[in-house]
């Protein structure tokens, strides 16, 4: 069985789908505990559900939508995201499931776990996580040695010293991502949270700025939905 927190039709509000229209499964349970998550309300809380449930789900969501397709693809595209979906064992299976409907599958997951066993046609949007995530040992770089056409790499970023790790570690393993869409997500570190890790928070215009200055290969990307709706508590 599986753990699910929710279930959601709004704007996708990252990667290169971001403005489209796309159903959300969100599942229960995280294997990390990353300084600036913004969803913990899915540690915890959820229902147990079957993957013929979820299916069921999935499929009342899309009816509405029947017959609309954006380029050559239905709407609206479907995200699996958590918490960590990938906690799970019968992930794959509701993966490639969920890929049978024939409209965009995107996986949203924190780069930690093995994803040999995902489904080729899933678009895989994974983290690799930077200093002031507190989990940057978490990493697993086997998945860097396993990229497909479809997947995107996203870095959370708050701070010069997160910025810094990332040019190196961009440096370092070019060759890795040829191809490979690269997304930048920032985020508003807290003084008490930089004062902690003895970090020093960064704005999105200068992180702009050093993106130009340095010529790095990356997509700066803005949460769409937090501009959308600001004061919501879950990120609809």
Not at 139 to 150: D, F, H, M
Request: aromatic share 8%.
């Amino acid at each position: 069985m599986l753990q699910l927190c929710e279930t959601f039709t709004s704007l996708q509000g990252e990667s290169t789908f971001a403005g489209l229209p796309c159903f959300f499964i969100r599942l229960t349970g995280c294997n990390l505990r990353c300084g600036y998550c913004d969803t913990s309300y899915a540690f915890a809380q959820g229902t147990p559900v079957s993957i013929e449930e979820i299916l069921k789900l999935t499929q009342e969501a899309l009816c509405p939508w029947q017959g609309r397709s954006y380029g050559s693809f239905p709407l609206p595209i479907i995200e699996l995201t958590g918490g960590e979906p990938m906690i799970y064992p019968e992930t794959p299976e509701l993966l490639k499931r969920l890929c049978d409907t024939q409209h965009p599958v995107l996986l949203e997951t924190n780069g930690s776990l093995p994803l040999d066993q995902v489904d080729p046609r899933v678009h895989r949007i994974i983290d690799v996580k930077l200093p002031s995530s507190g989990v940057l040992s978490h990493n697993n770089p086997q998945i860097l040695q396993q990229l497909r056409p479809n997947d995107q790499i996203k870095f959370v970023l708050g701070s010069y010293e997160d910025y810094n790790w990332l040019k190196n570690f961009l440096h370092l393993h070019s060759g890795l991502f040829q191809g490979t869409t690269l997304l930048l997500s920032w985020y508003s570190m807290s003084p008490e949270m930089a004062f902690s890790l003895d970090h020093h928070p960064i704005s999105r215009a200068k992180l702009a700025e050093l993106i130009l200055q340095d010529a790095l290969p990356v997509r700066l990307q803005i949460q769409l939905h937090k501009i959308l709706w600001p004061n919501e508590d879950r990120l609809r």
